[in-house]
């Protein structure tokens, strides 16, 4: 099989916090060059550790997510980020798109000391 749209793979993106800090990071998503609608995608990123076990995860419902003119908007606030441990961690993003959950940006996630 030959794949020849390649909008649908995911994307690494490393990224991190000092703990104790503010964070926020936005994320845009493009099919075949044209500005992809979150309306309704119902996005999660969840951070995890190298074994599997969930550290974080975030909602548009349960906070730290908005979209904002078709911009996944990711808010880390200095009160959580101060209860993560000092190490290496994963995240991903995941979007629901009809009745398909999609991962489109993976990669680690560390968190540093001041």
């Known amino acids: ?6 909008s649908y793979l995911p ?14 990071l936005g994320f845009s998503f493009a099919v075949n060059g044209v500005p992809y ?5 119902d996005p ?5 550790t190298r ?3 969930v550290v974080a995860q975030y909602t548009l419902a349960n ?3 908005a979209i904002l003119a078709n911009v996944l908007i990711w808010s880390v606030a200095s009160t959580q980020s101060a209860g993560f441990a000092v190490g290496s961690y994963q995240y991903r993003v995941v979007l629901q798109i009809d009745d398909e959950q999609r991962p489109y940006v993976f990669g680690s ?3 540093v000391l001041r």
């Not at 099989?1 to 390649?6: E, S, V, Y």
């Not at 994307?11 to 800090?21: A, E, F, H, L």
């Open 1 to 6: 099989m030959t794949i020849t749209d390649t």
């Open 11 to 24: 994307q690494v993106c490393n990224t991190g916090i000092v703990q104790g800090s503010d964070r926020v």
């Open 37 to 41: 609608d979150l309306t309704g995608t």
């Open 44 to 48: 999660v990123i969840t951070i995890t």
């Open 51 to 53: 074994t599997g076990s």
């Open 63 to 65: 906070g730290g997510l």
């Open 109 to 111: 996630y560390k968190v």
